[in-house]
C-alpha cells in the first residue's frame, strides 16, 4: 500500500514537473511568449490538430484573429498571421519561407511539385510545370474540357427539375477533366449511372491516412500491422492511387506515344521545351498523381459554392446570362462555345471572384518554415523553424478592404472597388508568389466555361434539404459542406 501511494505519488510529481518545465519553456523563456493567443495554444499542438479533425481548423483561426488581432500564437511553434505586410512577406516571389514540414504528410515520395520543399528543386520542377500550365496550352485543351462540360450538361439536362448533387456532379466532372488532360482518358465518372468511382474514396482516404500518419504517428504504426481487412482495405488506398497512375501512364505512353500531339497537357509535360529538363517516367506519374489532387476538389468544390450562392443571388444569374447572352450576339456566337477570357465577361468575373473570396476551396493556413537565423515579421521577432502562416479565409475577410465581408457581394469586384493594392494582396484563393496555384489558368477555364454553359441553359434554386447549416463549411485543408452534398434543382429557361 505505502509502495503504491508513493509510487502515484512520484508520477504526480513528475507530471507537474514536467508541466511547469513545459510552461516555462514555452511562456517564460520562448520567443514567441509576447504574442496572444490562447493559453492552451502556447502549451501544446494538440488542441489544434483535434480541432483539424474535427473540421474546424480555419474557423477557430478565424475567430482568433477577431479576437485577438492581426497576429495570433496558435502553437509552441506556430504563428497564424493576417497583415498585409506579413502575408507579402511569407508569400512574396523571393521569399526565404518555405514550406513547413507538414507537406511531407500530404504526399508519398518520391515528392512532386506539391511537396517539394527544397528551393532549388522546386524551381527547377515549377520552371518545367508552367510552360505545361501556360494560358496558351490551356487553351489548346479546351476541346477535351468542352467535351467533359457537354457530358455535365446532359447529366444536369436528365434530371431537370428534379433535385440532383452537385457536389459530386462537380467533383465528378473535375475529376474527368484531369483525367483527360493528365491521363489521356477521364475516370468515366460523368459516364457512370451507379456510384463514384473508386479513385474518389480512395482520394478521401488518402489525405485522412496522411492526418493520422503526421499526427498521430504511432496509432499509424499500430494499425499497418493490425490484421483486419477493413483497416488494411483503408491503408492501401495509397497504394491503390499510386497503382491507377502508373497503369494509366503507361496505357497512354503505350496508346499515344511520347510525342503524340494530344491536345492535352501531359503532352506538354513529357516534350518540355528544354529537352534536358524531362522527366523520368517515375517522376511524371508522381507530378500526375499531384496534379489529380491539386485539380479536381478545388474546382469542383468552388463550383459547388458558386452555384450554392447563385441560388441565394438569384438576380445575379440573370446579370450573367445577360451579359453572355448580349456577347454572343454582338460576336455571333452561341455563347457558350466561346472561350472566356479575364476581361471578355466582367460580371461573369465578378460572381467567380466572390465565390472564391467568400468560399475560398483551399481556405486554410499554408504553413510555412522560417528560415535559418529567423525573421522580423512586424514587430515580432520570429525565430528559426517556427511555422507560421495565413489563411485567405481570414485575408479576404477585411472588412476594412472587403466591407460587409460574409456577404455574396459580386458588385464589389465590378466598380473598380477592388482595385486597391490591398485588396490584391489579400485575396489570395490561388496563394501567391514562388508557391501559388499553377493550375490557377486551367481552373479559371473551368469555372467560366461550366458557368456560362449551365447558365444559359438553366435557372437554378436549391432544394429544401440545402440550406445555410448543411452548406457551412467543414475543412481539412480543403472545404466540404457540413452536409456532404449540395442538391439544387435546374429548371429549363
Ligand atoms: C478553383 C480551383 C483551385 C484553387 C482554389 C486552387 C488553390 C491552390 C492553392 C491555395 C495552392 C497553394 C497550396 C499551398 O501552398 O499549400 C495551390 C497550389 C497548386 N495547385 Fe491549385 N487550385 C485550384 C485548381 C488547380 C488546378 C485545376 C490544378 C492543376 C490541374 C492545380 C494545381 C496546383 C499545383 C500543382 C499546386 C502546387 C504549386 C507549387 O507548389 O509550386 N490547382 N492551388
Not at 38 to 48: C, E, R, V
Not at 201 to 213: A, K, N, S, T, V
Not at 307 to 326: A, G
Request: hydrophobic share 40%; with cysteine; net charge neutral.
Amino acid at each position: 500500500m505505502f509502495y503504491q501511494w508513493s509510487l502515484v505519488q512520484t508520477l504526480l510529481l513528475l507530471v507537474s514537473g514536467l508541466l511547469i518545465w513545459r510552461y516555462v519553456q514555452t511562456n517564460l523563456l520562448s520567443p514567441l511568449r509576447h504574442i496572444p493567443g490562447p493559453f492552451l495554444a502556447s502549451l501544446t499542438d494538440y488542441w489544434l490538430v483535434l480541432i483539424d479533425l474535427a473540421g474546424f481548423r480555419t474557423l477557430t483561426i478565424h475567430q482568433l484573429h477577431s479576437k485577438y488581432g492581426p497576429v495570433v500564437r496558435v502553437g509552441p511553434h506556430e504563428v497564424s498571421f493576417a497583415d498585409q505586410a506579413s502575408v507579402n512577406e511569407i508569400y512574396s516571389q523571393q521569399t526565404a519561407f518555405m514550406k513547413a514540414p507538414i507537406y511531407d504528410s500530404m504526399s508519398v515520395k518520391p515528392f512532386g511539385i506539391f511537396s517539394l520543399r527544397d528551393k532549388s528543386l522546386h524551381s527547377q520542377r515549377r520552371s518545367l510545370l508552367s510552360y505545361a500550365f501556360s494560358q496558351g496550352n490551356v487553351t489548346t485543351c479546351a476541346p477535351l474540357v468542352h467535351a467533359q462540360i457537354s457530358k455535365l450538361v446532359g447529366k444536369v439536362g436528365a434530371k431537370e427539375g428534379k433535385s440532383v448533387d452537385v457536389h459530386l456532379l462537380f467533383r465528378l466532372f473535375s475529376l474527368d477533366v484531369v483525367g483527360e488532360l493528365f491521363l489521356g482518358s477521364s475516370f468515366g465518372g460523368l459516364d457512370s449511372e451507379g456510384s463514384p468511382p473508386q479513385f474518389l474514396h480512395d482520394m478521401d482516404q488518402h489525405f485522412l491516412i496522411g492526418g493520422i500518419e503526421w499526427n498521430f504517428p504511432l496509432i499509424y504504426a499500430l494499425l499497418t500491422i493490425l490484421p483486419i481487412r477493413g483497416v488494411r482495405h483503408f491503408l492501401a488506398a495509397r497504394d491503390r492511387l499510386a497503382e491507377y497512375g502508373e497503369n494509366a501512364y503507361r496505357t497512354y505512353i503505350e496508346k499515344y506515344g511520347r510525342d503524340s500531339g494530344r491536345k492535352d497537357l501531359l503532352t506538354k509535360i513529357l516534350s518540355p521545351k528544354d529537352e534536358s529538363q524531362t522527366l523520368t517516367d517515375r517522376e511524371t506519374y508522381v507530378e500526375i498523381g499531384n496534379l489529380v489532387f491539386a485539380g479536381s476538389d478545388t474546382t469542383s468544390t468552388t463550383l459547388t459554392y458558386l452555384f450554392w450562392e447563385l441560388t441565394r443571388n438569384p438576380q445575379w444569374q440573370q446579370r450573367v446570362r445577360d451579359e453572355l447572352q448580349s456577347m454572343a450576339k454582338e460576336d455571333g456566337s452561341s455563347g457558350n462555345a466561346r472561350l472566356l477570357g479575364a476581361t471578355d465577361a466582367p460580371v461573369l468575373e465578378a460572381v467567380i471572384n466572390e465565390a472564391l473570396r467568400l468560399h475560398p476551396a483551399a481556405p486554410a493556413s499554408l504553413q510555412r518554415a522560417t528560415p535559418v537565423g529567423g525573421a522580423q515579421l512586424g514587430v515580432y521577432y520570429i525565430p528559426e523553424k517556427t511555422v507560421v502562416s495565413a489563411q485567405c479565409y481570414t485575408t479576404q475577410r477585411n472588412a476594412e478592404v472587403f466591407p460587409d465581408p460574409d456577404m455574396f457581394k459580386p458588385e464589389r469586384w465590378l466598380d473598380d472597388g477592388q482595385s486597391s493594392q490591398e485588396s490584391k494582396d489579400l485575396f489570395m484563393p490561388f496563394s501567391k508568389g514562388t508557391r501559388a496555384c499553377l493550375g490557377r489558368n486551367l481552373a479559371m477555364m473551368e469555372l467560366r466555361q461550366v458557368t456560362s454553359a449551365l447558365l444559359l441553359k438553366y435557372n437554378v434554386a436549391a432544394a429544401s434539404n440545402t440550406t445555410s447549416d448543411s452548406m457551412a463549411m467543414r475543412d481539412h485543408f480543403l472545404v466540404l459542406p457540413k452536409g456532404g452534398r449540395c442538391d439544387l434543382m435546374f429548371h429549363l429557361l
